[in-house]
């Protein structure tokens, strides 16, 4: 049925995080409802709002970083494009501020 889909490791790993990110954010909404908060987004927002945003950044830096990664290795002069996990922990490290101070 997916075959047509290149499931490799940190793809799996990208969507179970996300997966896991919209269950916990579930119960944690249930458990404690959110509130608006202003951090350095230049809008008022709810935990909902952010990991809204933290998953478009994400997608973004995973995308801008496999379109960069044949240059990148060009320009740096490597043997080898640069491995994906890279761009998986910017990505959850860019998540996590988001969600945190945004």
Known sequence: MLHWMVWTLPTAVFFICIGLMLMGMTIWELKSPTVLRKGFLPIATTRGDRLFIGLLVAAYINLGFLGLSEKLSQWLKLEQEPSVWISFVVS???????????
């Open 92 to 102: 959850m490290v860019v998540l996590a501020l988001i969600m945190r101070k945004g």
